[in-house]
Every structure is written in structure tokens, then in C-alpha cells.
């Protein structure tokens, strides 16, 4: 029988920020997204105060700082810190692990007899070696893996802990039964909805449905669901994640821009990061998007969103060409006389590298072996000494419109000059 | 520009493999002595390189600190010296601990219910639930800058 474990951390970014800094104990605690918009993470306190996720900031700032609460810009090198050291610890409990995002993953657990006591002994090792908390949930399909995390996180008396393998079917629904289906994974708000409307409100509801006829009225992703929640397991680990459809590169600007020379900058600085990320997956580009944005939180200031898509006739993963393609949208759907919030570039429709392409007749010939000659080198470059050491020129200097980050606590565990500083006074 | 500190800079660190963010030392080691005129090429007896980051026994547990102040000079920790910590050992009666004291790190020996200091004019911190002191790892080295602490002197 296949057991899957779904291991979580509570409250990630918070509880990053507060194994470095004891300050924060017990204080409402959140983290703000990039530019210090939104909040993305929150602590316990912050959740109890009922500060929802994504909230803007500054709608919530004078009661939350009124309250004793912090906030924090997010501090990504650290979070990915962390995030690695978690991931090489659960990588000890099994050989089949998928990190399924940057504070949780699921382990392959079968073979033990001990579940919760295995649960108990990933979770307590953590703690020790991170200062992270994390709950477990362990099922015999994904979705009840992340189900019965669910449990372990929510209820209490579980100890963070929750196995559901090995319970009776009364057990299981005792557990797992009354659960909304909108906590299942998988299954969103609009098919909750629609659920909803056919009087299924509840796991247990979800579970007694016909699996076809969840299939003809719905699809074949949430069929699996069902007989997934029935303990069935359709969803294999995926230990290799796929390589991306698409690559995006978007954020706001620490203030607002106006200028086409300075949008240029920006647009080419993320085109960039976007190309490196790009030839790292090994894959070309069939043509890129970009997209501009006003602060739709200003109402009374012209608000402007244009799009645009640049194909290109050779797919290709050059910084040059992207680059190139990219200032041409932008100068085709900037106006003057807008405050601009936001730059986005999206490269699209992406392919193996090296894989056949029907050439145009009219196209000029390419060099791709130079290319991909100064591309490696440049990439290397970047890694070595930092990122941004070469950039195409159309990336500017100086950069003035670089994103907001007021807040951020210092970079732990990844500069010297960051470390903590222990006092013998 | 660079940051302004009284430690010693260090190229930045951009990948965040923790094994990764120590100083990268390779020394090689020979299998034999070497003689003077000896025919064969030194490089052949090249076994492998030292490297200090096999100091390092649990890597996604160990965190590092700069010290400030002198209150534990007596066990040879100095201001400014590096600490190498270990969170996954649990403390013992005689370990150097990094503890969280009134929200800010602290280095000190853990004695029996008491955090002690290396230097006479300093009073022991005791451990109880009125202090709220929490032990957050075991010092296991300390690396310290003798070049550095001489041109200190001088100043």
C-alpha cells in the first residue's frame, strides 16, 4: 500500500523571521509582499487579530502597529535558506521526495510501522536543527496526505501529528468527515460552488459521490479526487518538477515611473532574469509578453493596463533577442502621462532547446552557436560574482525604479555581514 | 557600496546551500614527504583538499554568529570572533550556548540553572521561568582573527 506524508511549516516566512530575531516572539507578525504591498504570510497572532491574506498594508497598518504588531518586508534569501535546510533534513526520512513548494513537500513513507511516531521524530528533528515548526499529515493517497495535515494543523489534541492510515472507515469519517470540501486539495472555489449546489458540502459527501458521474459533470482531475479521498491513490510523486510553460518576471516599482528610458530599464533588467531562468531549464521561447500596469489603488490617477505579445520567428533563449523583442512591445503600447505601477514580462510558448522549428523564408540566418557561447558565459559570469555583473546594456546603471523592500530583516545565514550577534555583554 | 563594519568583509555569498556559505579553504594534503629532487611531479601524490567545511558534522543545523563584547574572554571568545553553532546538539552542563536573554542573542557557558559568564565582572544569568531564558544552540568552534585583533591594538 502506498503511504504518502505531506510535511508543512506553520506560518513559513513568520517563523523564519522569528528564529533569528527573539524580539518577535508572541508579537503579531507579518510579512509583506515585494515592494511592501500585500500581506503574503502571517503569524498565529496576526491570523487571531483577522488579518486576512493579501490584505494591502496600508489599509491595515495603524491598528496593526497600534496592536504591538510587526511587519516585515520579504526577505527571500533567507526564506529559501531555510527552505533548503528543511527540505535536506526530510530528505533523510526517505528516498522519494517531491518539494512541492518552498515550505512544504511530500515524502514516501512506506515500509513503517510507526507512522505517527515517525510523524513525531520529523517533526521534533525540524524543530531542533531549524527552530521551524511543521505539522505532518499522513495518508495513503496525496490528497489525504494533505488532508489529514489539515487536521493536524487545525484540531487539537492531534500534537501536529495526524496518520490516517490503518482507521476503520467509521474512524476515518470521524476524523476527516465533516471537513468543507473547499480544504480538499485540488478542489477550488468555484467547484466547492457548484458542489455546493448539488448539496455536497462535506468530505464525506464529496467520497459517497458516483466517481463517472463526477467525471461527466465535472472532469477527470476531480474524479481522481474522489477515489483519492477514498484512500485510492491516482497522483505519484513527482520528483522532478516539470519544466515550466512559462517563465514570468513581473514586480512593481518602489515608486511610480513615467519615463519610457527608465521602463526600458526595467522591462530589459527582468526580460534578463527571465531569459537565465530560461536556458537553465534548457528550453527556447516562442515569442514574449509584456505587460504594463498603473496602481489600480489610486482611482483618481488615469489608470492605463496594456498588453502585448512579440512572437519571435526563431525560438530562441539570447538575452539580445529577448531584450530586443521585448523594448519593441514596450515602445508599441507605452503612453505618456501615466504614473506606471508595474512591469511584467512572460516569455511564452516554451520548448526543449534544439528542437526542430519550420524556419521562415525571409527571416535573417542565425548564429546559434555564438550565441549560446557569450549566453553560457554570461551566465556564469552572473553566478560567480553576483547577479546583474553583465547585462545587456539596455538594463541601465543606475536602476532607480528597484522595488521597496523598507523592512527587510537582515540575510541571516547567507552574508557574513548579516550573521546574528551574540552578546557577551 | 560596502557596508561599514569592524568585521572582516568577505566576498558575498549569492547561492544558499548552507554547506556553501563558509569560508571555502582548500589546502592540498600529500601521501608522501617530498624530497628535493626527486624525479616524480608533486602533483601526482595530491590525495584530496582540506576543507573546513568538514569541520562542519550537521550542516542544515549549523549557523554562525559574530560576538560582541568581552564578558567571555576567560574561555578564550574574544569581541568580534566568529561562533560556529549547532542546533542539533542538546545543550550539556559545561557547553558554550548561544541563549535568548530578554530578546537579544547571548554567548555563555550553561552551568547548572545558571548562564555563566567568562569574565569576573559579569554576574551569572540564572535559568528560570522569570528570566525566560531559551536555549537556541551549542557553540561547537570559534573562529578568531589574530591579524585582525593585532592591528586593533595598534589603533
Known sequence: MTVFALVDCNNFYASCERVFNPKLAGKPLVVLSNNDGAVVARSAEAKAMGIPMATPYFKIEREFLKAGGVALSSNYALYADMSNRVMSILAGFSPNQEVYSIDECFLGLEGFSDLTGIGQTIREKVRSWTGLPVCVGIGPSKTLAKLANHVAKKKPGWNSVCSLIGLAESELLAVIGKIEIGEVWGVGRRISARLNEMGVHTVAQLRAMDPKLIKREFSVVLERTVMELRGVSCLALDEVAPPKQQIMSSRSFGQPVFDLPELEEAVASYTSRAAEKLRKQRHVAGGILIQLQTNPFKPDEPQYFPSITVPFVHPTSDTRDLVNAAIRGLKRIFREGYAYKKACVMLVELKPEGTAHQGDLFAAPLKPIQSAKLMQAMDTLNARFGRGTVRVAAEGIEQDWKMKRGRMSPRYTTEWQHLIRAKAI | ?155
Open chain 2, 1 to 155: 557600496m560596502q557596508q561599514q563594519t569592524p568585521y572582516p568583509s568577505l566576498h558575498p555569498v549569492s547561492v544558499l546551500r548552507p554547506e556553501q556559505v563558509a569560508a571555502r579553504l582548500e589546502l592540498p594534503v600529500f601521501a608522501t614527504a617530498i624530497r628535493a629532487g626527486f624525479p616524480s611531479p608533486a602533483e601526482d601524490y595530491i590525495e584530496h583538499r582540506l576543507d573546513l567545511n568538514d569541520l562542519v558534522k550537521h550542516k542544515e543545523a549549523t549557523y554562525y554568529a559574530w560576538v560582541e563584547g568581552d564578558s567571555m574572554q576567560d574561555f578564550g571568545i574574544h569581541d568580534g570572533d566568529l561562533l560556529m553553532i549547532d542546533k542539533s546538539v542538546p545543550a550539556e552542563i559545561g557547553d558554550i550556548v548561544i541563549a535568548e536573554v530578554d530578546g537579544f542573542f547571548t554567548v555563555k557557558k550553561l552551568g547548572h540553572g545558571v548562564l555563566l559568564a567568562g569574565n569576573s565582572s559579569y554576574r551569572p544569568i540564572p535559568i528560570n521561568p522569570d528570566t525566560g531564558v531559551l536555549i537556541w544552540g551549542v557553540v561547537i568552534r570559534v573562529i578568531h582573527d589574530m591579524r585582525q585583533r593585532k592591528q586593533r591594538r595598534k589603533l
